[in-house]
């Protein structure tokens, strides 16, 4: 069988794979720009809201319902996600 991609945007939306998302983006970006002023822990949160908006706009399920728990599910994503970086220790 063979896998034409990586990741889709339903895995994406997943718990699962929202957290990799948001902690692999989270390290690849924390230390550029402007987002090195901003603590790593809230540019987690913003990286997990979008990728959790964008999942939801393109399996076609965002609602305003949606749209307002997708705050709520990116601070689990998100603390998820930095507790994962945190277990493994900062080199």
């Keep these: 069988m063979m896998f034409e991609n990586f990741v889709d945007w ?7 794979g929202s957290i990799i998302a948001t902690g692999l983006l989270t390290q690849l970006v924390k230390n550029s720009g402007k987002l090195k002023d901003i603590p790593t822990r809230w540019v987690s949160y913003g990286i997990a809201f979008v990728v959790l908006l964008l999942a939801s706009f393109f399996t076609g399920s965002l609602t305003v319902s949606n749209a307002v728990l997708t ?4 601070a689990i994503v998100s603390l998820a996600a930095n507790g994962g970086y945190d277990a493994i220790g900062e080199p």
Excluded: K, R
């Design 10 to 16: 339903t895995i994406l939306g997943s718990y699962g």
């Design 71 to 74: 705050l709520f599910n990116a």
